[in-house]
């Protein structure tokens, strides 16, 4: 089990967490996952439906391993447009909370200048731990 890490007097934050303490058992470290399907295609041309599309896949590896949403402990989005990404925050927190739940492990999201694959708009990393 996961627990989440709120200093008191803190506010809490809305869809991440500021820490997050695992217990000890397997760690599965998910690589950068861009907005293309399992066969390298985009479907999506937009911020959301790549966001999406990237979660899923994030999804995809842990279900590998054996594991879920609920074991995310940190994740890592690179957008390449912030204030894209401000004026989309509605769709992407539906489409988060339509694939990963309502899981809310650590999380950075830094803009970044470019992607290697020239339609991808956001890559997101992640690392789970499923408890023993």
Known sequence: MHKT????????????ANG????????????????????????????????????????????EAGAGPEHITTMTWYVLD??????????IGAAYREVIGRNFPAMAVVEISGLVEDEALVEIQAVAVIPE
Request: glycine share 12%.
């Open 20 to 63: 997050v303490a695992a217990n000890k058992g397997q760690t599965i470290y998910v690589g950068g996952q861009i907005g293309w399907n399992g066969q390298c295609k985009f479907e999506a041309r937009d911020l959301p439906g790549q966001v999406r599309q990237a979660l899923e896949n994030i999804v995809a590896i842990l279900a």
């Open 5 to 16: 890490l709120l200093p008191e007097g803190w506010s809490q934050p809305k869809g991440y």
């Open 82 to 91: 912030r204030k894209a990404y401000s004026s989309s925050l509605k769709e």
